[in-house]
């Protein structure tokens, strides 16, 4: 069945700091979602991309989805404390089901 | 705003028990789903139904079955709990008409003993 890889699955990141997290499907999607979970808290939706190359910026989040549409990346550019939790992707197939990655923690050092 | 209620945040079960994790949304939401997440990896689909009536196995569904007689509730049903059904379960619901954002319940730590 269809997998998602998101990596690195910790990311320690110093305050100011920009990090990128990385998702990987094993088949083509047909879209991806970003998902983020503070401490303690459910998933929010963040944004989904559907088209080939596509990217989107959110203030200081910017997510691409790769060309082949198997691949998926989040950049956070001067992170903040407020950026801290867990991050998502889900990749979309056939059925509209969602398939999750295994998130990235993200931890700010202040 | 949506809301995704879920009946219990926390539950305390043993072994063989049955139980019940109930769902409701207020949003008139078509579709309804209900995760599993465990530390690195991510959330699990189990079960999720498009319709009243409606239910599709996920990619875990062993061990479990799910119910759905009206639109705004999904329940979730453990016939016989075991020690590796210890976990969070997250209720999500979407509508079929938008993008297919998932809106998740607060979620519900389950324990069996």
């Known amino acids: 069945g269809q997998q998602v890889m998101q990596i690195p699955q910790y990311q320690h990141v110093q305050e100011g700091e920009d990090f990128t997290t990385y998702c990987n499907s094993s088949?083509?999607?047909?879209?991806i979602q970003w998902y983020k979970q503070r401490p303690g808290g459910h998933p929010v939706f963040l944004i989904q991309?559907?088209?080939?190359?596509e990217v989107k910026k959110q203030k200081r989040l910017t997510f691409q989805f790769g060309e082949a549409k198997k691949n998926s990346s989040l950049h956070i550019t001067a992170t903040q404390t407020t950026d801290v939790g867990t991050y998502f992707c889900?990749?979309?197939?056939?059925?509209?089901?969602?398939?999750f990655g295994g998130g990235t923690r993200v931890l700010v050092k202040p | 705003d949506v809301k995704v209620t879920q009946s219990s945040r926390y539950l305390v079960k043993r072994t063989g028990e049955k139980v019940f994790l109930e769902c409701v949304q207020d949003?008139?939401?078509?579709?309804m789903f209900w995760y599993r997440q465990d530390p690195g990896l991510g959330l699990r689909l189990i079960y999720f139904?498009?319709?009243?009536?409606?239910?599709e196995k996920g990619d875990i569904p062993e061990g479990y079955s799910v119910s759905r007689e009206k639109k705004e509730r999904f329940s979730l049903i453990l016939e016989s709990a075991s020690t590796n059904q210890t976990s969070m379960y997250l209720c999500?619901?979407?509508?079929?008409?938008?993008?297919?954002?998932?809106?998740f319940g607060e979620g519900s730590r389950l324990t069996v003993l």
């Open positions: 999500a619901s979407s509508s079929a008409a938008n993008t297919g954002e998932l809106f």
């Open positions: 088949t083509t999607l047909s879209n």
């Open positions: 991309l559907v088209k080939s190359g």
């Open positions: 889900a990749g979309g197939a056939a059925g509209n089901k969602l398939t």
């Open positions: 949003m008139d939401h078509e579709n």
């Open positions: 139904s498009y319709d009243v009536k409606m239910k």
